[in-house]
C-alpha cells in the first residue's frame, strides 16, 4: 500500500512526471543514428519541457481538496458551492481578484463584480480549476498569483483588477470580511 500522502504527491505531480518521460523519451530518440529521428526528439524535447512548465505551475497551485466546497468551472463561469454559502462568477464580469488570509481561518480567493462578493477557499475540492480559469484573465500574473498563495500575507492581496496592468506585482489592501 501506498501511504496517502505519497499518493497525493504522485497524483499532484502526475503531468509533470509525464512530461519528464516524454522528455526521456526524445532525448532517447536523440541518440539514434538516423537524423530524422534526431529531430523528431528534439521537437519532443521541446514540446515536453514547455507542457511540463505549465504542468509544474498548476501542480504548485493545485489545492489538497480537504477544504469546503466544491468549485467547478465551466464556459467562463466559476461557481463554488460550499456548506453555508456559494454562488457563481463570470469570468468576464469579474472586477477584482484577491487573496484573504485571517488569523484563524481558512485562505480564500475573493472574486469581487459589480455585484457581488464570492469567497472561495483555497482547498475546496476541484480549486485546482481555478488556475485554468485565472490564466484566462487579461494581462494576469501567474507568478504573482502562485507566489502570494504560497506566501499567504495576513490580510488581502488584490492580485488581479480588470483594466490596470500590476505588473506581476501583488498589492496588499484590506477589505471588509464577507461573511
Known amino acids: 500500500m501506498i501511504r496517502p500522502e ?8 502526475a503531468e509533470v512526471i509525464a512530461a519528464l518521460c516524454t522528455v526521456g523519451f526524445g532525448l532517447w530518440l536523440i541518440t539514434r543514428p538516423s537524423p530524422i529521428l534526431g529531430m523528431v526528439g ?3 524535447v521541446a514540446v515536453a519541457t514547455t507542457t511540463g512548465f505549465v504542468a509544474w505551475r498548476r501542480a504548485r497551485f493545485a489545492s489538497s481538496g480537504q477544504g469546503v466546497g ?8 466559476i461557481a463554488y458551492m460550499g456548506p453555508i454559502w456559494g454562488g457563481a462568477v463570470d469570468l468576464d464580469d469579474l472586477e477584482t481578484l484577491g487573496l484573504r488570509v485571517e488569523k484563524d ?11 457581488s462578493v464570492l ?3 483555497l482547498e475546496a475540492s476541484g480549486a485546482e480549476v481555478l488556475f485554468d480559469g485565472f490564466s484566462a484573465l487579461p494581462k494576469i500574473s501567474m507568478a504573482a498569483l502562485i507566489a502570494a498563495r504560497d506566501k499567504k500575507r495576513l490580510g488581502t492581496q488584490i492580485l488581479w483588477t480588470r483594466g490596470l496592468d500590476t505588473g506581476g506585482q ?3 489592501f484590506r477589505i471588509g470580511v464577507q461573511s
Not at 466544491?70 to 463561469?77: I, K, T
Open 119 to 121: 469567497t472561495i477557499p
Open 42 to 44: 528534439w521537437m519532443v
Open 105 to 115: 481561518k481558512d485562505p480564500a480567493w475573493v472574486l469581487k463584480t459589480r455585484d
Open 70 to 77: 466544491v468549485v467547478s468551472l465551466v464556459e467562463g463561469r
Open 6 to 13: 505519497l499518493r497525493h504527491a504522485f497524483v499532484r505531480h
Open 170 to 172: 501583488a498589492g496588499q
